[in-house]
């Protein structure tokens, strides 16, 4: 039997405390380290803020005017995950529909789509350079790529896992095998299209600063690609933290599109 969930007032204060418990082994190791490797959490602390809106360090090696904050480097990843999960959930979902709805397409499909999920994601990245080379296309095909696959096998699985009564029941009342999809297997799978979408994004979304480290012009993984070998440590973690921030803002608010969506879920 499954262990009550705590009481919200509890889950905060144990958060709380795991946190707590975080920095303070921070503050720990951080005394036993190089400054340079590990600055402590007070350090970071200083540079957490001032680094979203101005760095001039950065603002020198960015040049053309840029004032070296991260925060328009972090909006333009974003939109570019946005843009890139956009497209691939949206083609995803059609070929993991297509697939389940057809047996010959499933089948015509089914090997290409399981070999590109073999091939390592570090593998791809520099094949889109190559093709594509440090504009915001290569990462938003990159971001696109990937959440097209998770979401054909998120989909596919759910429509497998869905039990057939459903839309039997639909063809009974006189419903299309269209009609059925539509307005029964649809509506079934979208509780784990939705949990697939959020272990998609937080994928892409480490992938994606991934390639903008490797070759990308702008964006928060260019900033990354600064700060390393100037070893400006507190700024570095700083900005890692903000990436963390801005994962975990955009997963609540998936968290409540999901309630939303699915207010009958639970009913």
Do not use: C, K
Request: charged share 10%; net charge positive; glycine share 10%.
């Amino acid at each position: 039997m499954a262990e009550r969930e705590p009481a919200l007032p509890v889950r905060v204060l144990l958060g709380a405390l795991g946190l707590a418990l975080f920095v303070a082994a921070w503050f720990a190791l951080a005394a036993r380290v190089d400054p340079l490797r590990l600055p402590p959490p007070t350090d970071v602390a200083d540079v957490f803020f001032p680094i979203l809106f101005h760095d001039a360090p950065l603002a020198n090696q960015l040049g053309g005017g840029d004032d070296g904050g991260i925060l328009p480097h972090l909006l333009t990843s974003l939109g570019r995950l946005l843009a890139g999960a956009g497209i691939g959930v949206a083609a995803g979902l059609l070929a993991g529909l297509a697939m389940t709805y057809s047996a010959r397409l499933g089948m015509l499909l089914d090997l290409p789509t399981r070999l590109l999920r073999a091939v390592p994601p570090l593998g791809v990245i520099p094949f889109v350079l190559v093709w594509f080379g440090t504009s915001s296309t290569a990462q938003v095909l990159l971001v696109a790529l990937f959440v097209f696959l998770l979401v054909v096998v998120t989909t596919t699985n759910a429509v497998g896992n869905l039990a057939p009564v459903h839309e039997r029941f639909a063809r009974t009342l006189g419903a299309s095998r269209r009609q059925a999809y539509r307005d029964v297997v649809l509506p079934g799978i979208l509780p784990s299209l939705v949990g697939g979408l959020r272990a998609a994004l937080a994928f892409s979304w480490g992938l994606l600063v991934v390639a903008e480290l490797v070759g990308g012009q702008y964006g928060i993984g260019r900033i990354l690609s600064l700060l390393i070998p100037l070893l400006r440590t507190p700024e570095l973690i700083a900005s890692i933290i903000w990436i963390v921030v801005f994962a975990v803002v955009l997963d609540a608010i998936l968290l409540a599109v999901q309630a939303r969506l699915l207010r009958w879920h639970h009913v």
